[in-house]
Nanobody, 118 residues
């Protein structure tokens, strides 16, 4: 069983920055997992923000390219999301996501609220 716990959400003004972190516990071998972040804005379906492979190859949604940076620490089993130049439309609940690249089994964190408002 894998447990994911996010931290770092909060209220920030437009143009500001936040860093989200996610720590994994349980039976996990980092090399087998693709780590990522999703978000769910109000009234909208959950959407992919970014993913990072064990090789550190990354993939970003178009709406965050150039503003957000995903990173992972395999030894500490953590994944982070540095968010810069935040916009009001970035307001959402952000979820940490791990997927086993062999079995496709996946785990979700409980979510952390990010609110961008003046």
């Amino acid at each position: 069983q894998v447990r994911l716990v996010e931290s770092g959400g909060g209220l920030v003004q437009p143009g500001g920055s936040l860093t989200l972190s996610c720590a994994a516990s349980g039976d996990i071998t980092p090399s087998t997992y693709i780590m990522g972040w999703y978000r769910q804005p109000p009234g909208v379906q959950r959407e992919l923000v970014a993913t990072i492979q064990f090789t550190r190859a990354t993939n970003y949604a178009d709406f965050v390219k150039g503003r957000f940076t995903i990173d992972r620490d395999n030894a500490r089993r953590t994944v982070s999301l540095q968010m810069n130049s935040l916009k009001v439309e970035d307001t959402a609940v952000y979820y940490c996501h791990f997927r086993n690249r062999y079995t496709n089994r996946e785990w979700w964190g409980q979510g952390t609220q990010v609110t961008v408002s003046a």
